[in-house]
Each structure stands twice: as structure tokens, then as C-alpha cells.
């Protein structure tokens, strides 16, 4: 759902496997990498191949993994999300070594499908493409892995996953997803547009993270000149040369992403290409050593192998359009000029006969007006969030989001706590995953004393949000709670973590400000004060205070009023 974007990096095909030996010839694994097997996940799990012997992994642990895999977009799953499911509480190493044990036995278990089924690198776990399928389902009361259990006490991740796709009630047909769609050229279809996301990367310095972004930004630049493709800047950078062109009304028909990780001296970065209605992977670049490349030739090596995957791609005209995903990069990019387009554009569509519940997007837009000091906020009321939500059919599978946006508006520029509670709570019902929601939940709850529960919320919103391109709220969003309970060190943490992937946003600028004051680093603070009347002159730091006053118990409060009156900050 729209944030759930879990791109990650790339990999190699791995090493080859050696298998038992087995004097019974029937169930000798006899490899053969053309050999397919068909999973049930709708009722107890098992795994077939075609000819119907059964390979079904014995150990619970290794069919919970394997079936975390199958279902996953792309059949690719990050090992760190794969270590919080299953290893969530053990140690790092001990976690690490855990899942390698399970990745071997498993190869083992499915040896005959290929030694080449399973392919693992430092980030990334994945099977094989089209591999393994899934069966069709035969009727409705059956549960998704039924009986399933694992006997660990820190696999809290996993058994979260399992209720929600449990909740969710999939069809579980992704067959369809992994293959490629034939066309006879007589089908309608629609432009090819080409999304430039985030940089996934994990703590990077900022001038590797700069380094990163000037091959993303000269890619962009390349494909704008050399190509008519429209081209989506969804990072939130506000680069004027790679615009978001809300106007269209469509969002990316494809994403680029890059992954960066450090390894030893080495920078390296590489790039993907997926579909964006079905995140499948179409195209991976060769890993390049982003501190030694020259720029303009790396990135125009890969800005030509995008066009040639490109020009080979026809987009079937019924392909899910992404708009409201785009309209809300638009708001995170914290951009006036793209906050106003975007505005623009949804009253636009309302008038022209689009469902009036995208006007929630216009009404959360006046949070960052307010919170960021970008231009006035516009009046809304309580009624018309009610209104407008409930036009939307209770079967939309949009319904979460605009629930999500309408509650934290009515939280945020109301004090409606009554209404945002119940709207949030019934988002989170319908979409416990949504990370957009976790972290509205997360304020919510904090403001409401619920400091457990906010934690809860927050940690589950790092966890499915770790690669939204607007992870940096999130962070905002810890700076707050952990500011609320008093640690001073853990909010400016999370609030330097916010400033390092935008550097620009007021609202992290404001909490490592008082971090920092509150921790008696004053001249720090200081700085931070000025950069902030530097950036928003007539900012009222004082409205801010009182409002952050409101969601803190009051020992806190009164002793950040203190400190910042103390160092002259209000």
C-alpha cells in the first residue's frame, strides 16, 4: 500500500549447494534446475513439484521462511527484515548466524530444485524467478498457513506478519505477477513514465550519501535530455531539472532505485529497475564504486540501459495508477511550489468528478504549512473529515490511507483527539502494515499518554517504513517520543538522523535544537536556532513550543520551557 515500497539492493547468484546422499532413488534429490514446484499456502503449507512428490521443508523455521519469500514482491525479501521477523530479539551476530544455518538447510531441502533457487548476499535474500508458484485457491474458508507455529520467543515480527496476511485474505495468485505479459499490438496502452526513488542505504556519512545522489540526480538529468519520457522526482529533493509532473494526473509506470552500502573502502552503488504496479524487477545494473566512478560516464552508461529496457516495455492501459502515492511525495519534498501544484491539481480533479476524498490530501497539506512555516494554512473542520471519509466504499483498498490522512489533520490542525483516535485505530484494523499509519498512530498514542503503545507503533513503523521515501518523519516522529520520555540523547539521535537524509526540515532543525539544549550542549543549539530563522525568517518557534508543551507529561514540559528560555530560544 503506496509507502510499502520495500526496495532493496541487489545480489549475486550463490554458490552451489551439496545434498545428502539418499539410497532410496525415489526421493534421491536429483537436481534440475527446469524442474518447477507449486506451494499451498491456503491451508497447511506444502510444497510439490509438479509431479507431485512432495519437498516440503520438515522444520517449521524453514517453511515460515520460505513462505515469507514466496509471497513477497518479487520473491525478494531483505535480510534484515528476514533477522527483525524471526531473530527479532537475539543479538546481531547471533541473529546473522541463525539465518545463515536456515538458508543453508533449506537449500538442502530444495536441492532438486536448482542450487542455484536460493541467492543470498548481505542484504538481500531471494529465490529464483518463476521457480517456485503459487496454487490457485479452491475456496474461501481455507486459512493461510494453517497451523503454523514456531517455538521461538523472539519471532514477534513474523507471527505480526502472519496475523496481517491471515487479515488481509489474499487470492495469493502472484504466477501472474512474475511472468511477462504478451502483447498482440492491438491493446490500448499508456505512456511509459519512470520514477526516481531514494537511495536505499544504511548509516552513511553524508558526503557518501552526496556522492550517491549526484549519479541518481545526472541519471535524471540524462534521461530528461535525451528521452520524452515523463520523469517523476519522488526523493523529495525539489531538484528544478527533475520535476514531479503532477500535472499528468498518472504516477511512474516504473521505479529506479539505488543501493549503497560501504565495504571497506569501497562505495558501492547499484540500480534497479521495477514495474511499479507489480514491483517486479526488470532490470539490474552492475555495482560501481560510487568514490572512484567518473559520474557522467557511470550515469550515462545506466541512463542508456534504462531507455533500452524501456523502449522494449508496452504498459497495458488499465495499469494501476500511482497519483496519490505521487501527491504525497509532493507534500514530503516540504516544497512550497510542489505543495501548491499538488493542491492545485487534487481541486482540480475534485470539480472535474474525482472522488472528493482526495481532498484529504489538500486538508494534510496544511500540516506542513503549519508545522513548517511553508505559506497559511487553509480553515478545515471536523465535519467535513467525517464527510468526506465516509464517501469512500468500505471495499476500496484506498479507504486506510484516507482514513490515516483525515485522522492525523484532525490530530494535528484541530485537537480532535476523540475522531483522529477512532479514524486511526480503524486504519490500523484495515492496514496494520501501513507505515504512514503506524507512525500517525505513534503520535496519537503519545499525546494521549499511551507511551507503550507509541513505542509499539513506532517500532513497527522503523521496521515496515525502512524504506519509504519519507523516512525521515518517521525519525522525526522517535525524536518526539523519546523526547516525551525525557531521553534527550536518543531525540536529538533520531532527529541528526532526520537532518542527515533532509537537511532542510524544520521540524527535525527544531527537536536536535532542543535535544541539544536539553543535554547543556547550548552552543550547538544555538547553531541549530540560527539555521532555522535562516531558513524560515518569520517562524514562530514559540507556537511550536507550546504545541510540543501539549503532547509531553508535565515535569518534561516545564523543564524544556526552562532550558529554552534559559538559552533564549522563546
Request: charged fraction near 25%; charge should be negative.
Amino acid at each position: 500500500m503506496l509507502d510499502m515500497y520495500g526496495f532493496q539492493g541487489s545480489f549475486d547468484w550463490t554458490s552451489p549447494v551439496t545434498t545428502d546422499e539418499n539410497p532410496d532413488a525415489a526421493n534421491a534429490p536429483i537436481y534440475n534446475a527446469e524442474l518447477k514446484a507449486v506451494a499451498t499456502l491456503l491451508g497447511p503449507f506444502r510444497l510439490k513439484l509438479k509431479s507431485g512428490r512432495d519437498i516440503t521443508p520438515s522444520s517449521p523455521l524453514r517453511q515460515s521462511i520460505l513462505a515469507v519469500l514466496i509471497t513477497a514482491n518479487g520473491q525478494t525479501k531483505s535480510r534484515r527484515v528476514l533477522l527483525d521477523m524471526f531473530w527479532g530479539a537475539t543479538e546481531k551476530a547471533g541473529a546473522s548466524a541463525n539465518l545463515r544455518t536456515a538458508l543453508y538447510l533449506l537449500k538442502k531441502d530444495l536441492s532438486v530444485l536448482g542450487e542455484d533457487l536460493i541467492a543470498a548476499d548481505r542484504n538481500m535474500v531471494c529465490l529464483a524467478p518463476r521457480r517456485i508458484e503459487v496454487a490457485r485457491s479452491t475456496g474461501n474458508d481455507l486459512e493461510f498457513l494453517e497451523g503454523m507455529e514456531i517455538r521461538t520467543e523472539d519471532c514477534e515480527g513474523f507471527e505480526e506478519w502472519l496475523r496481517d496476511m491471515r487479515l488481509a485474505n489474499h487470492p495469493f495468485s502472484p504466477v501472474a505477477e512474475l511472468e511477462t505479459p504478451q502483447f498482440t499490438g492491438t491493446e490500448k496502452q499508456r505512456p511509459v513514465a519512470l520514477g526516481i526513488l531514494p537511495t536505499i542505504h544504511a548509516d552513511l556519512t553524508e558526503s557518501d550519501l552526496v556522492r550517491m545522489d549526484a549519479v541518481s540526480d545526472t541519471i535524471a538529468r540524462f534521461v530528461a535530455r535525451t528521452s520524452s519520457l515523463d520523469l517523476h522526482d519522488l526523493r523529495g529533493l525539489g531538484l528544478g531539472s527533475v520535476p514531479l509532473p503532477l500535472e499528468s494526473g498518472s504516477g511512474p509506470t516504473h521505479l529506479l532505485q539505488a543501493l549503497g552500502e560501504l565495504r571497506g573502502k569501497r562505495l558501492l552503488l547499484s540500480f534497479r529497475l521495477h514495474d511499479a504496479a507489480t514491483k517486479r524487477i526488470v532490470w539490474i545494473s552492475d555495482v560501481l564504486d560510487a568514490r572512484s566512478v567518473d559520474i557522467e560516464e557511470s550515469a550515462s552508461t545506466i541512463s542508456e540501459a534504462v531507455l533500452e529496457q524501456i523502449a522494449r516495455i508496452m504498459v497495458p492501459a488499465d495499469t494501476p495508477d500511482l497519483f496519490p502515492w505521487t501527491a504525497l511525495t509532493a507534500l514530503f519534498s516540504l516544497d512550497e511550489d510542489n505543495i501548491a501544484r499538488m493542491e492545485t491539481k487534487v481541486e482540480g480533479m475534485v470539480q472535474e468528478g474525482a472522488p472528493a476524498v482526495l481532498e484529504c490530501l489538500v486538508h494534510f497539506a496544511q500540516v506542513f504549512r503549519e508545522n513548517e512555516g511553508v505559506g497559511s494554512a487553509r480553515r478545515l473542520s471536523a465535519d467535513r473529515l467525517r464527510d468526506l471519509v465516509a464517501t469512500v466504499p468500505e471495499a476500496d483498498p484506498l479507504l486506510p490511507l484516507w482514513q490515516s490522512l483525515a485522522g492525523y489533520s484532525a490530530h494535528m490542525l484541530l485537537g480532535e483527539n476523540d475522531l483522529a483516535d477512532l479514524m486511526l485505530r480503524d486504519s490500523y484494523r484495515r492496514a496494520p502494515s501501513l507505515s504512514l499509519n503506524l507512525d500517525h498512530l505513534a503520535v496519537l498514542r503519545m499525546v494521549r499518554g499511551d507511551m507503550g503503545g507509541a513505542e509499539k507503533a513506532f517500532r513497527q513503523c522503523q521496521r515496515v517504513g525502512a524504506s519509504s521515501p519519507w523516512r525521515y518523519t518517521y525519525d522525526v516522529t522517535g525524536a518526539m517520543i523519546s523526547m516525551a520520555k525525557g531521553d534527550y540523547l536518543a531525540a536529538l539521535q533520531f532527529a541528526n538522523q532526520a537532518l542527515l537524509r533532509k537537511p532542510r526540515f524544520i521540524g527535525a532543525l527544531r527537536y536536535a535544537m532542543a535535544g541539544l539544549a536539553l543535554s547543556g550542549n547550548t552552543g550547538d543549539a544555538k547553531l541549530m536556532h540560527a539555521r532555522i530563522q535562516r531558513l524560515r525568517p518569520d517562524y514562530d518557534l514559540g507556537a511550536w513550543t507550546e504545541s510540543m508543551i501539549r503532547r509531553t507529561p508535565y515535569e518534561i514540559g516545564s523543564r524544556m520551557v526552562s532550558s529554552l528560555s534559559r538559552n533564549g530560544f522563546m
